[in-house]
């Protein structure tokens, strides 16, 4: 046998220890045989916009705190909330009793450098941790 026969075999029994130990290596365990993976179910939000347009500000004061800033401009109130990696920003008008409630929503980053997340993001995450 020439150095090509022998350089062949140590080729092939070198691949043939690489596929076994390939084979061995697993990153997650397979799913019984017939059965398909389970799928986490996505995570429930915390908080919707149901929670948040039409409510009045006693119950939005209830529900995430005292707001970080309230600044009135003609008959709206802007407040902000803020929330776990978010602001939640809150427009009320009175309604036809006079009781103030929340007619727009929307949101922004923490930081400058982020950017902002849609309301509803935001509310999913619900409140900041202290």
């Known amino acids: 046998m020439g150095v090509n026969g022998r350089v062949n075999r140590a080729m092939l029994a070198g691949l043939s220890f690489l596929t076994a130990v390939a084979g061995c290596a697993s990153t997650k365990p397979d799913a019984p045989s017939g059965q398909a993976p389970v799928i986490a179910a996505p ?3 915390v908080f919707t916009l149901a929670d948040v347009i039409g409510r009045r500000t006693d119950e939005l004061d209830e529900k995430f705190g005292t707001p970080a800033l309230i600044r009135r401009e003609g008959p709206g109130e802007f407040r902000r909330y803020t929330l776990a990696g978010c602001a939640l920003i809150v427009i009320t008008y009175p309604s036809e009793n006079g009781e103030r ?3 727009h929503v929307s949101a922004s980053a923490l930081q400058s450098t982020e950017a ?4 509803e993001a935001c509310l999913a995450r619900g409140l900041a941790q202290p």
């Open 116 to 119: 902002s997340p849609s309301p």
């Open 43 to 45: 995570k429930k939000p």
């Open 101 to 103: 409630r929340a007619s």
